[in-house]
């Protein structure tokens, strides 16, 4: 019974995070960090890590769709994508030398700031 109830919640996680990535175009990889620390027990530097392993294939799945529909902007895509590998890149390299407890207060000001964004 435990297994099926541990299996659930990797499911719910999974279908949870596709519905909120594809809807939003982000936010999935925050409710995968919060759902594998608090409800998998999983490890926060491992939880980051996953959580991008899982964000390309939902990411490309809405991507292929948006294109589909045109409402993709490619000239800003590319540049901030040139960006974003440079410093997908360094974040890489950064994450497994800050400490847990430090990782998690930078991700829940992260957090803050990007809520207070979002409302006002």
Same mark, same amino acid.
């Not at 948006?66 to 974003?84: F, R, S």
């Given at each position: 019974?435990?297994?099926?109830?541990? @299996? &659930?919640?990797?499911?719910?996680? +999974? $279908?949870?995070?596709?519905? !909120?990535?594809?809807?939003?175009?982000? %936010? *999935?990889?925050?409710?995968?960090?919060?759902?594998?620390?608090?409800?998998?027990?999983?490890?926060?530097?491992?939880?980051?890590?996953?959580?991008?392993?899982?964000?390309?294939?939902?990411?490309?799945?809405? @991507? &292929?769709?948006?294109?589909?529909? +045109? $409402?993709?902007?490619?000239? !800003?895509?590319?540049?901030?994508?040139? %960006? *974003?590998?440079?410093?997908?890149?360094?974040?890489?390299?950064?994450?497994?030398?800050?400490?847990?407890?430090?990782?998690?207060?930078?991700?829940?000001?992260?957090?803050?700031?990007?809520?207070?964004?979002?409302? &006002?």
């Amino acid at each position: 019974m435990k297994k099926k109830i541990f @299996t &659930f919640k990797f499911i719910l996680l +999974g $279908i949870t995070t596709g519905l !909120v990535n594809g809807l939003f175009g982000s %936010g *999935g990889g925050t409710i995968l960090i919060l759902g594998m620390f608090f409800l998998l027990d999983i490890d926060e530097h491992k939880a980051h890590a996953t959580a991008i392993s899982i964000i390309l294939p939902l990411a490309l799945v809405s @991507t &292929f769709i948006y294109m589909k529909h +045109g $409402i993709i902007v490619w000239p !800003v895509t590319l540049k901030i994508m040139t %960006g *974003g590998i440079l410093g997908g890149y360094i974040g890489a390299k950064l994450l497994s030398k800050i400490p847990e407890y430090l990782l998690r207060k930078i991700f829940a000001v992260f957090m803050i700031i990007a809520a207070i964004r979002m409302v &006002f």
